[in-house]
């Protein structure tokens, strides 16, 4: 029970039918979906980026020097703590930006909550996490909108500025590039241990770190005339991101899997059992389209698949600049970027070695 209430606190995770980016609709069917939503309203010249390959955000130009980016992220609780489900919430959301070559600039909160399950200062604290990373990039929430709703959901509309030469699509991969992970995969499988209580402390402070980790090297990414394509590896997990990449570009991504890293202990835990179902569905939705060698364990095709929340930047660059790629991640922080893959001529697809 807590004090301002006299609602008893379920854990967040319990009123959700499934937490962070494992949330999203299957690739598949969102394909089906998108297929019945077109618009008689013609393309501006000005939308430099919108629905036509699935990136990150859409790109609206401003001036010879500036254009819009715009983009939204929301889900269901993927931790029990409220005040880290914000912050993970919010990062996710603003990743996009980064994704993009942007710098964000403001926030708009989208709230949904069941108001007679969760007290409010619980709801307060999911709010003051999502703040917290705002004011970690430097932005400000500046209004928002709010509902009662059955499940609690959480996310931002996210605004950024970009120069219109350094915007950075997901469809611009070239043959001959290198692929580098700014960040390590196994997110999905240490939400689904967490979801039915196994998942040891360590595990946890791993998830909230890499969940909460800013992908600021985003713009100064952009700005090296090496790097040819960038995307965030969100829900439908590398190898789905990796598909966005190669049918953007109708070039064959191929992935090192040795070389691909993973948070400690998630191929152990995928080994067990704990796999989420988005892991499933995204296979289903893709698989079709992915070669794997011959003996790829079962654990390694599900982390491959794994839904990650607020997962890392996935950089498509020349050999000649892949030093100042992995510079750049390390003078933000991400020690473990590394050198994941290649892209190859051929057909739309993925390639796992």
């Given amino acids: 029970m807590t004090a301002s209430s006299s609602i008893a606190v379920p854990r967040l995770t319990s009123l959700s039918h ?43 130009q401003l001036n010879d ?36 070559g942007g710098r964000p600039i403001m926030a708009l909160a989208l709230v949904g909550m069941p108001i007679n399950v969760l007290p409010l200062d619980v709801i307060g604290r999911i709010l003051e996490g999502g703040q917290r990373a705002c004011a970690e990039a430097g932005i400000p929430v500046a209004g928002g909108h709010t509902i009662d709703s059955v499940e609690p959901i959480y996310g931002l509309v996210v605004m950024g500025l970009v120069h219109p030469s350094r915007i950075k699509r997901n469809a611009d991969a070239r043959p001959g590039d290198v692929l580098v992970l700014g960040k390590p995969l196994g997110v999905g499988v240490l939400s689904a241990a967490l979801k039915k209580e196994q998942l040891d402390a360590e595990g946890y402070r791993q998830m909230v770190a890499s969940t909460t980790k800013l992908n ?21 997990g590398l190898a789905g991101h990796g598909l ?17 890293p993973l948070l400690p202990g998630v191929r152990e835990l995928a080994a067990q059992g704990f796999v989420t179902g988005a892991s499933g569905r995204n296979w ?13 364990a079962a654990e390694d095709r599900a982390l491959l698949t794994d839904p990650q929340t607020s997962g890392g930047l996935l950089v498509s660059c020349a050999p000649d600049a892949v030093d100042q790629v992995l510079q750049t991640f390390r003078q933000h ?3 473990t970027a590394a050198v994941v893959g290649s892209v190859a001529e051929g057909p739309a697809g993925l390639v796992v070695r």
């Fill in 216 to 236: 600021t090297p985003g713009p100064d990414l952009a700005a090296l005339p090496g790097v040819h394509a960038l995307t965030d590896v969100t829900g439908f």
């Fill in 65 to 100: 020097e500036q254009a819009l980016i715009a983009t939204t992220d929301f889900f269901m609780p993927i931790v029990d703590d409220p005040h880290d489900f914000g912050r993970i919430a919010a990062t996710n959301a603003i990743s996009d930006v980064y994704a993009m």
């Fill in 244 to 260: 966005e990449l190669a049918r953007g570009a109708n070039v064959t991504v191929q992935v090192d899997w040795t070389r691909v």
């Fill in 284 to 296: 289903n939705s893709y698989g079709a389209q992915v070669q794997l060698p011959e003996g790829f």
């Fill in 333 to 335: 922080g991400f020690e």
């Fill in 18 to 60: 499934g937490g962070g980016c494992g949330c999203k609709i299957a690739p598949g069917v969102l394909s089906d979906i998108l297929k019945h939503s077109g618009t008689a309203l013609p393309v501006p010249p000005a939308l430099l980026v919108g629905l036509e390959t699935s990136d990150d955000a859409a790109v609206y």
